[in-house]
């Protein structure tokens, strides 16, 4: 089976989280032999539409072209940093909206990751964590990994994910994130953690009929998710620990992070639209807004392998 990182694809654009998916990007490409595609969307509906309905005469055919040249002029600059990295990136403009455009490049090129930057902005805010990366989280069968511009990310020294945090819960995206997990080469899991969090709180009874036997019970079953797991890990010849915590599900998770000063976190998700679309609610929205390092989000049963990369029939060509 190929690494998870043999064929990365990252979507761009001129903003800060962007640049910093790209640089690491590109050292994961490095580190496992990968290929590396950098792509952006020229989305100008938006742009024309807004002048249209100012009352302006629009000539669209220059007002396209210009973006296109600036999409190009990005890409080139993040090309750029790639080869400064060690890897030669293969680049792309396309037109439309710009989550449709990374996950159909993505097929198109049998990618088997895709790397997007993030705000991680918090509270009611449209872009909460911005759109785009919302749209391909919800729609890829493929690995997202996010990163945001304040996240810690190990340094050059070093390899990019040496520890790892996985997250545990009894569900089949959580599955599919351990077996992702597994995928990669025993060098990125010198130091890894499968962790369930006992979340109290959740317990439908409230704490007013909250006993002894059921806290063993919930323990119980934690403990039972994360063996299994880790024996899953000693059986390909990866050392890994089996934890539980208690708390709140993404604070304790983010809490682990900087405890254990860790490079990655790991969650599953359902894809799904709407406040229930990822796997314990939205638990791997809010880690990939707050998470103090980047975190990768792998879809259930159709992420649960990674694919084997074959060219396909439209790769996009060495620019």
């Not at 938006?46 to 072209?65: F, H, K, Q, R, Y």
């Not at 002029?73 to 293969?90: F, H, N, P, S, Y």
């Not at 989550?99 to 909460?128: F, P, Q, Y």
């Not at 089949?172 to 979340?199: H, I, N, W």
């Amino acid at each position: 089976m190929d690494s998870v990182f043999s064929r990365i694809v990252v979507g761009l654009d001129d903003s800060e989280p962007s640049t910093v998916a790209v640089a690491l990007a590109a050292r994961l490409a490095r580190e496992h032999d990968g290929r590396l595609f950098l792509c952006h969307s020229v989305n100008w509906l938006p742009v024309i539409s807004e002048l249209v309905a100012s009352g302006a005469t629009v000539d669209t055919e220059p007002i396209v072209a210009e973006l296109k040249q600036a999409g190009q002029m990005l890409l080139d600059r993040a090309a750029e940093t790639a080869k400064q990295i060690g890897v030669e990136a293969q680049r792309c403009v396309t037109e439309g909206d710009p989550a449709e455009s990374v996950l159909r490049i993505a097929a198109d090129n049998a990618c088997t990751a895709i790397v997007m930057g993030t705000h991680g902005r918090t509270g009611w805010k449209r872009l909460a964590i911005g759109s785009t990366t919302e749209g391909v989280l919800r729609g890829s069968t493929l690995p997202v990994l996010t990163v945001r511009p304040n996240t810690t990310r190990a340094d050059d020294g070093r390899r990019c994910f040496e520890r790892i945090v996985v997250a545990i819960d009894d569900s089949e995206p959580s599955d599919a994130a351990v077996r992702t997990v597994l995928a990669f080469p025993p060098e990125d899991c010198r130091d890894l953690v499968f962790c369930s969090v006992v979340d109290v709180e959740r317990v439908p009874i409230g704490h007013s009929a909250y006993s002894t036997a059921i806290h063993s019970d919930l323990h119980g079953q934690a403990w039972d998710l994360v063996r299994h797991a880790a024996g899953m890990a000693r059986r390909q010849g990866i050392e890994a620990e089996a934890k539980i915590v208690e708390g709140n599900t993404d604070a304790a998770l983010v809490a682990l992070a900087r405890e254990r000063k860790v490079d990655l976190l790991v969650v599953g998700s359902h894809g799904r639209r709407g406040l229930q679309r990822f796997f314990l609610g939205s638990v791997a929205e809010r880690l990939v807004r707050i998470a103090p390092v980047p975190v990768m989000v792998v879809r259930g049963s159709e992420s649960a392998a990674v694919p084997t990369p074959v060219r396909a029939e439209h790769e996009v060509a060495p620019a």
